[in-house]
Nanobody, 126 residues
Framework: VQVAESGGGSVQAGGSLRLSCSTPVYSYSSSSYYMGWFRQAPGKEREGVAAIGRDGSTTYADPVKGRFTISKENAKVTLLLQMNSLKPEDTAMYYC???????????????????WGQGTQVTVSS
């Protein structure tokens, strides 16, 4: 399953960006996959930002709750991440990922994902 991100860029603090991730997953089979957004800043480990479970439930990391919204759309699933009220600490490379490991529940942990995009850079200036 190959995924590809787009939509990154540079924005001032308080601004918004919307990231998109194209996947080869069709909506009729999307219940077999969980999907998520991760980010990695220089010198830091990759961390989960937001994820959608197989049942459509969403989960968010505490630093982004209330500011980011994850969703998916289209017959061929596009994973979206709407990012509002951006802060300089949101600056990172953002990655989209999919996974389908049976029984995996830690949706914000990268180990459960086996298909990753190349990433898109988000830079927030103060």
């Amino acid at each position: 399953v190959q995924v590809a991100e787009s939509g990154g860029g540079s924005v001032q603090a308080g601004g918004s960006l919307r990231l998109s991730c194209s996947t080869p997953v069709y909506s009729y089979s999307s219940s077999s996959y969980y999907m998520g957004w991760f980010r990695q800043a220089p010198g830091k480990e990759r961390e989960g930002v937001a994820a959608i479970g197989r049942d459509g439930s969403t989960t968010y990391a505490d630093p982004v709750k209330g500011r980011f919204t994850i969703s998916k759309e289209n017959a061929k699933v596009t994973l979206l991440l709407q990012m509002n009220s951006l802060k300089p600490e949101d600056t990172a490379m953002y990655y989209c990922a999919t996974g389908r490991t049976y029984g995996w529940r830690e949706l914000l942990h990268p180990d459960g994902y086996n298909s990753w995009g190349q990433g898109t850079q988000v830079t927030v200036s103060s």
